[in-house]
C-alpha cells in the first residue's frame, strides 16, 4: 500500500512560484507513474502533471505547459511540482496520486495524498 504526502503549499502572490513536494512510503515508488491533480471550491479535481517512472515521460495540462515542471528523484521517493508564474485562478488543493502504470495518462490513479493548499493572490 502507497501512502502519499505532500508539501510545499502557501500562500503566493500571483506571478511568484512555488515547489510542491510529494513524499511516498509504503511501496517500491520507482514503479509508480506519478501526478499532481488540483481541485478548487466547487470545481472538478483536474489534471496537471505526470511522470513515468524513471521520468523519461511527462504529460502536462495545456494550462500549466511551460510554467510548471514535474520531476522525481526515485533514490528519495518523492516527486516535485515546480511552478512559476502562478495565477489567481491556479488557486487549488493540489494531490499527488500514483498508479503501477508505465504510461503518464490521465486516468486510472489508485493512490492519492490528503493535498497541499495553494493560495494566489492578486
Known amino acids: 500500500q502507497v501512502r502519499l504526502a505532500e508539501s510545499g503549499g502557501g500562500l503566493v502572490q500571483a506571478g511568484g512560484s512555488l515547489r510542491l513536494s510529494c513524499a511516498a512510503s509504503?511501496?517500491?515508488?520507482?514503479?509508480?507513474?506519478m501526478a499532481w491533480f488540483r481541485q478548487a471550491d466547487g470545481k472538478e479535481r483536474e489534471f496537471v502533471a505526470a511522470?513515468?517512472?524513471?521520468?523519461?515521460?511527462?504529460n502536462y495540462a495545456d494550462s500549466v505547459k511551460g510554467r510548471f515542471t514535474i520531476s522525481r528523484d526515485n533514490a528519495k521517493n518523492t516527486m516535485y511540482l515546480q511552478m512559476i508564474n502562478l495565477k489567481p485562478e491556479e488557486t487549488a488543493v493540489y494531490y499527488c496520486?500514483?498508479?503501477?502504470?508505465?504510461?503518464?495518462?490521465?486516468?486510472?490513479?489508485?493512490?492519492w495524498g490528503q493535498g497541499t493548499q495553494v493560495t494566489v493572490s492578486s
Open positions: 509504503g511501496g517500491t515508488f520507482s514503479r509508480y507513474t
Open positions: 496520486a500514483a498508479k503501477n502504470s508505465q504510461t503518464p495518462g490521465r486516468g486510472g490513479y489508485v493512490y
Open positions: 511522470i513515468t517512472w524513471l521520468g523519461l515521460s511527462t
